[in-house]
């Protein structure tokens, strides 16, 4: 759709004079809908169509900054026409644009008639909250927390470009939506090449671009210039790592490499282990180049054996606000580790095992925790992996204000506990999301992980992670 001519609407309402006269002589005529809220599904992306015009909300010719204007245009359900709920507490919402990450905004907190209605940067504010109402045959208002006033379109408009504002509710057909529900999540965004992963990290070099590494034998690297278009890069090992095999079984699958780039060094944690135990190891190797044949293995990080409750894979480095190393690891058994590392050599600094996330035999692995305005968040992956298009992964995630924990969700429940407020999950023919890992870019927070296709196959996902007024993550 080219939307670069768009010049949206600004009429005089000529009709609203002579509808609120009517009303006050026959109250009657306006519809007694049913004044409760209607079930939204927070997770979903919704279209919202207006019933008098039949168009769609949407973002003016597909801006992404404060204070673009809200219209109505022919439904393409593009992201620029994909809302999200937010749940705002006490029955009301915040729209949530797909393409932008900014809600529907009553301009300047206007409780005034005809005020426009805007995208802006999510703060939760009373003139971002909306109560949704039903009215009938599937249609429901949405009335602003501020002004108590309905999103309408101005003058019942039935052009592309028609504004989009708040007015007393009148229950007029300008001022009832349907909510089209689409799939629960955006899709992962537009890649190309050797996009072929399992368990992907990606950290940015310090000429710009993008090196990835994945499980695979002797882990697989891919480089990128432009975090879309993906080439092979070989192998971490070319000549083996021997020194894992009694842990494999003699096999060269490695499994889910983790890098850092940390004073002027590559710092690789990954693991070696075979399906269904935790006879386990977690080595280190480092490199000044991160190329393939690079890497020096410095040995043994932590093991666990088949005496231990924990399992000591999917490794994640993170470093705190005090300078201070980690390592979070685990799966299944009993759930998610940390042991204080060594920033002088990479390995444990004390004998001390820290749990920090479980579900009391259910199964949670491949963490991951990265730091965001004064929390630790830790994402997670629950349920199942390695199951083709019939993998259950989903990404979870609970944050905390120290890095050891305690780590909670949405809801305050401990991660310890089972908690976890979801992030992304399978939708339409995107199967079992999972094993992900967080970048910081140019452009923002970035989420890598991959997903199956139909036929099985997985691939790499990559979605903008942004974060609403509460300070939880959402992709889009």
Known sequence: MDTSARSPAWPRRVLALAILALLAVCPSLVAAGPAHAATIDTSASYVLVNRNSGKALDVYNRATNDGAPLVQWSRNDGTNQQWQFVDSGGGYYRLRSSLSGKVADISGRSTADGADVIQYTDKNATNQQFRVVDTDSGYVKLINRNSGKALEIWEWSTADGGRVSQYADLNGANQQWQLVKLTSYPGPGYVTGDVTVHDPEVTKKPDGTYLLAHTGDNITLKTSSDRTAWRNAGVAFPGGASWTHAYTNGSNTLWAPDITYVNGKYFMYYAASTFGSNHSGIFLATSTTGASGSWTNQGLVIESNTSDNWNAIDPNLVVDDQGRWWLDFGSFWSGIKMVQLDPATGKRLNSTIVSISGRNGGATE????????????????????????????????????????????????????????????????????????????????ILFYHWYADDGSSR?????????????PYVY
């Open 460 to 472: 790499l996902g990559i979605n903008k992670l942004g974060w609403d007024g509460a300070g939880w």
């Open 366 to 445: 491949a963490p991951f925790i990265y730091r965001h305005g004064g929390y630790y968040y830790q994402f997670v992956s629950f349920d199942l992996c390695c199951k083709g298009a019939s993998s259950t992964y989903r990404i979870m995630v609970g944050r905390s204000t120290s890095v050891t924990g305690p780590y909670v969700d949405r809801n305050g429940t401990a991660m310890t506990s089972g908690g976890g407020t979801q992030v992304l999950a399978g939708h339409g023919s995107i199967h079992g999301p999972g094993h992900q890992a967080v970048l910081a870019d140019n452009d923002g927070d």
